[in-house]
């Protein structure tokens, strides 16, 4: 019996096999037919891999292979409207964070409240307030021809130039507003002096700065690197001095002076203690400086609206290698010539002398890619454009010119007062002006063919 239940097993395992699963019926009771339960004692599952795939990730496209639909002129447009409103933002932000309307100011005194106000300008270089600091600050908010609504203005393009230069040199950049009291943001302006630009230098200082100055350009009128230099000067100072203050009137008197005054005061160690010891000009500069940045700082808060800001803010600078007059690109690319003067102002005359090394032409930012498109259609035009330069005697002509100005004429003006202000004679503005009598009325425009003098 045992045999024959092995045998049964055994088969049904062979076929459960080969068939599939094999159900047995377990019958609890013998005398009932019905099925009660039903188990499964064996299964098999069976798999077959006929192949195999393998996937190969693709590869991401490279960058310089991607392209674009915009033009390079298009490019440079959106590039000029984002630094603009970037610049402008900027500008915008700083004064904002010194415009809080606080109810508490409105009920203090003039000094305490200036005073206060110069000490949230937490700054590197120390703003005291005292009595000489306020006489400067009542001079820019109440004097009719305080210069500070044009200079607002204009710091939107000078400023940003000035910041960058003085952080990259590791500097203050509250020294921005050492150019204006040096040359209100006039690039041109003269000193009776004759110290020039927007630092005022002298030519001697200038030159030993690394400035180029000679007949048709003087880069104390560069904006970029007129800066570098006061920049470096102005380290110099502070490096000999180890004072702001110091570093300050030396710039103004020269580092001899103040190192006798000094010296004569016997052991003084600030601007302060040898106040009374310098001369009038130099006495004024440091307290002028506090004031001019306080006034430039908190001008929203006394009513002062920036005027004169520049038509183009965001520039940038091409090379050139070649001479050329400011002529043939304004008539290329149709720039006003004005506009290119403005940007380029160490170009006395209108000429970049590129005959044996390159120099800077700066344009506004939209301009580039179009100065690079048609440059050799610009350097093309320059016989028709420089001819008249290579006669020594236009040449003359061109420099007096590139010296002048355009004077406003004044209530109470006559044209010998304008001929003693300018260091010049009553003929030679009529003859300048091709005037037949010396009756001038106010708002009238006179050319002057001398630097402006300083204000």
Not at 54 to 70: G, N, Q, W, Y
Not at 154 to 174: M, R, T
Not at 331 to 360: F, G, M, V, W
Request: aromatic share 10%; glycine share 4%; with cysteine.
């Amino acid at each position: 019996m045992k045999k024959l239940t092995i045998l049964l097993l055994a088969t049904l395992t062979f076929f459960s096999s080969v068939a599939g699963p094999i159900r047995l019926n377990i019958f609890k009771n013998k005398k009932k037919t019905k099925v009660q339960n039903v188990v499964t004692i064996y299964d098999t599952v069976r798999v077959v891999v006929t192949d195999t795939i393998r996937v190969e990730p693709k590869a991401a496209p490279r960058i310089d292979t991607l392209s674009h639909t915009l033009t390079p002129t298009q490019i440079d447009s959106l590039l000029h409207q984002w630094q603009t409103m970037s610049t402008i933002e900027s500008y915008d932000n700083y004064f904002e964070q010194f415009s809080a309307d606080l109810t508490e100011e409105c009920n203090l005194p003039k000094d305490s409240l200036y005073k206060m106000r110069l000490q949230d300008m937490v700054s590197p270089v120390h703003l005291p307030y005292n009595s000489a600091v306020r006489k400067y600050i009542d001079y820019y908010l109440e004097n009719k021809w305080s210069p500070m609504s044009r200079v607002i203005g204009l710091s939107k393009f000078y400023f940003p130039i000035f910041e960058q230069e003085l952080i990259n040199a590791g500097l203050p950049v509250e020294l921005c507003a050492l150019a204006i009291i040096e040359s209100n943001l006039n690039p041109t302006i003269s000193s009776r002096a004759g110290a020039v630009g927007l630092w005022q230098f002298m030519p001697s200082t200038g030159k030993n700065l690394g400035l180029e100055i000679n007949s048709l350009v003087d880069e104390r009128c560069d904006i970029i690197l007129s800066t570098r230099a006061a920049c470096k000067f102005l380290k110099h100072l502070y490096d000999t001095f180890g004072d702001w203050a110091l570093a300050l009137a030396a710039y103004n008197a020269g580092p001899g002076r103040i190192s006798r005054a000094l010296a004569r005061s016997g052991g003084a160690k600030s601007y302060w203690d040898i106040y009374y010891d310098l001369n009038t000009e130099t006495r004024g500069y440091v307290p002028k400086f506090i004031a001019a940045l306080y006034v430039y700082t908190y001008h929203k808060q006394h009513g002062i609206t920036p005027i004169a800001t520049p038509d183009c803010i965001a520039t940038d600078t091409v090379t050139i290698n070649r001479t050329m007059h400011l002529g043939q690109v304004a008539s290329t690319l149709d720039i006003p010539l004005e506009t290119l003067k403005t940007l380029n102002p160490q170009y006395k005359i209108d000429i970049i002398p590129a005959a044996r090394k390159p120099y800077s032409l700066r344009l506004p930012t939209n301009y580039i890619s179009q100065f690079i498109e048609h440059q050799e259609q610009i350097y093309s035009k320059d016989s028709l454009y420089l001819k008249e330069y290579i006669n020594p005697a236009n040449l003359d002509k061109k420099r007096a010119e590139g010296l002048g100005y355009t004077y406003t004429v004044r209530s109470g003006d006559n044209l010998g007062i304008i001929a003693k202000r300018n260091r010049c004679t009553v003929k030679e503005i009529m003859r300048w002006n091709k005037l037949k009598s010396t009756v001038i009325r106010p708002g009238q425009k006179l050319r002057i063919n001398r630097p402006k003098p300083r204000s």
